[in-house]
């Protein structure tokens, strides 16, 4: 099937994993990992400290992505989630409790949360013949642990926070994934939730950068941003925004 008319020139996207194909850093996830016996975590409190914690992470990958910085590693995931954590309790925890709650963190249990929109979206993607697959910083096993309780195939995983070489969100990462689905960054489109570090880092990449809103938190762009994947082929059959100057630097 031809794809000329029906997504322009995009043949490829591929997917962040979590918190675009399955929900992860949910207050859910923190209380089971945490206080899986209660006492039950604040919501409020707890999704605004997600939230801030995940932008830092997104600005921290993003330095490390332009060499401001060091790459953002599985180690440095591990110290944002420890962050995050410390920032939910509101107050530092000893090491020993903060090493074992990332490590449950990373390796949940049981059934996990599903979008509803995802299945429906692959679905439609393959029927147009579209390439899709999946990366992600999280480890290998978490990865795949994940895809399989969510019910999404793991053959789409392309890369994870265990592969060496360079990582994602670095250049070099998101062109070698395109590369495996035998494409190319200017017919590829990347779908992640954060700005920076995954719609920013794959426009520097040469693909086309979209920011799945879930929560609302990215009121600011305005630019290729969706709130589900029921709009996504609507978003890539469209010319693409011109810059992407949308989301102002921070100070």
């Not at 013949?129 to 309780?149: F, H, I, N, Q, Y």
Request: proline letters at 9%; a negative charge; glycine letters at 10%.
């Amino acid at each position: 099937m031809t794809l000329t008319g029906h997504l322009g020139d995009i043949d490829a996207v591929l997917f962040d994993l979590d918190d675009v194909i399955v929900p992860f850093q949910t207050v859910a996830a923190w209380q089971w990992a945490w206080r899986p016996q209660g006492p039950i975590l604040g919501e409020r409190h707890a999704r605004a400290m997600i939230r801030r914690s995940l932008r830092a992470w997104d600005r921290r990958r993003w330095q490390g992505a332009i060499g401001k910085a060091p790459p953002a590693d599985l180690a440095a995931l591990r110290g944002h989630l420890a962050e995050t954590l410390g920032a939910i309790a509101g107050h530092p925890l000893p090491p020993e409790e903060t090493e074992a709650v990332v490590r449950r963190f990373l390796h949940p249990q049981g059934e996990v949360e599903r979008y509803p929109d995802v299945a429906p979206a692959l679905e439609r993607l393959r029927l147009r013949d579209v390439k899709v697959g999946v990366l992600t910083p999280l480890p290998l096993e978490s990865a795949r642990w994940l895809l399989k309780r969510a019910g999404v195939s793991e053959t789409l995983l392309l890369a994870s926070g265990d592969d060496p070489g360079p990582a994602l969100p670095a250049a070099v990462a998101f062109r070698a994934a395109v590369e495996r689905l035998g494409s190319s960054p200017a017919r590829a489109a990347f779908v992640g939730d954060l700005f920076w570090s995954d719609v920013r880092a794959a426009h520097r990449a040469g693909l086309r950068g979209v920011l799945l809103d879930r929560p609302g938190a990215w009121s600011g762009v305005q630019g290729t941003r969706l709130g589900r994947l029921d709009s996504l082929e609507a978003t890539l059959e469209s010319p693409p925004p011109s810059g992407t100057d949308d989301e102002p630097e921070e100070t």
